[in-house]
């Protein structure tokens, strides 16, 4: 099995495969907003490309946009590194077949469902846990793993 390395995987922040195939199956390994090149989490509007921030939901009310904004930044920023990643191991966001989103407080999950959608034409199962932390550090709100189904790849 072979994992490309480019610009377009999720970089794990630590020594695992961003993905592997076991057949037709795919499994991504958990995605978080991180940079570890930058060494920083993604917290909010400023920190995601300008394009993505209307797309995300920043509206240009403080008020809003601070109380949404890192959720949004991090949901944003995970599913567009989880669609990269899932092209390139050959497939797109419609061959997901499960997804499981783990967040840090469950009261994120509408802001998060809403960013989502825009994502995915066809929703995969999917199962949403609530954990006490994530890696690496206390700003990361959100963690989504999946599992792909791309037949007759690699």
Not at 4 to 21: C, E, I, M, N, W
Not at 52 to 58: I, K, M, P, T
Not at 69 to 78: K, N, R, T
Not at 140 to 149: G, K, S
Request: proline share 6%.
């Amino acid at each position: 099995m072979t994992v490309d390395s480019s610009q377009d995987v999720a970089k794990p922040l630590a020594g695992y495969a961003p993905y592997r195939r076991a057949g037709d199956l795919v499994y991504f390994a958990g995605i978080i907003a991180a940079d570890p090149a930058a060494g920083r989490v993604i917290n909010g509007y400023a920190d995601i490309p300008e394009h993505a921030r209307s797309e995300a939901g920043q509206i240009g009310e403080m008020s809003t946009d601070e109380h949404e904004g890192p959720i949004a930044a991090q949901s944003w920023y995970v599913l567009d590194a989880l669609r990269r990643t899932v092209q390139t191991a050959g497939g797109t966001l419609d061959d997901l077949v499960n997804v499981t989103q783990y967040f840090t407080d469950l009261r994120d999950y509408p802001v998060y469902s809403r960013i989502r959608a825009k994502f995915f034409r066809v929703p995969p199962a999917s199962t949403c846990v609530q954990v006490t932390e994530l890696l690496p550090n206390r700003l990361t709100r959100l963690e989504v793993q999946a599992v792909a189904y791309i037949p007759g790849r690699e």
